[in-house]
């Protein structure tokens, strides 16, 4: 069974920078073929994707962010995690997370319970 765990502060200063990160246990975030995203929800509104690394470390991010966004990961650590630099009060959502299959065209296997992240003076 594959887990999924978010850690980081959960109050953030606008223009400073959040900082999230995913340990995954029961699974490496180098097997073929799944990919690792972090996906958001602001109170009040959808899931938004905001970027993923994939097993071979490529990345990819939504344009659409106007944080600017950084995923990363440690595989000693079998860790991924997210930065959003320059943050607004926008930013403050649940933060999430997930494993992405490749084969099922995306689809999410596994998710984090997620963490709120307060961006506020």
């Known amino acids: 069974q594959v887990q999924l765990q978010e850690s980081g502060p959960g109050l953030v200063k606008p223009s400073q920078t959040l900082s999230l990160t995913c340990t995954v246990s029961?699974?490496?975030?180098?097997?073929?073929?799944?990919?690792w995203s972090w996906i958001r929800q602001p109170p009040g509104k959808g899931l938004e994707w905001m970027g993923t690394?994939?097993?071979?470390?490529?990345?990819n991010y939504n344009p659409s962010l106007k944080s600017p966004t950084s995923i990363s990961r440690d595989t000693s650590k079998n860790q991924f995690s997210l930065q959003l630099t320059s943050v607004t009060p926008e930013d403050t959502a649940v933060y999430y997370c997930?494993?992405?299959?490749?084969?099922?065209?995306?689809?999410?296997?596994?998710w984090g319970k997620g963490t709120l992240v307060t961006v506020s003076s």
């Open positions: 997930a494993r992405v299959v490749y084969h099922s065209g995306g689809s999410i296997d596994y």
């Open positions: 690394i994939t097993y071979d470390g490529y990345i």
């Open positions: 029961g699974g490496s975030i180098t097997t073929s073929y799944y990919y």
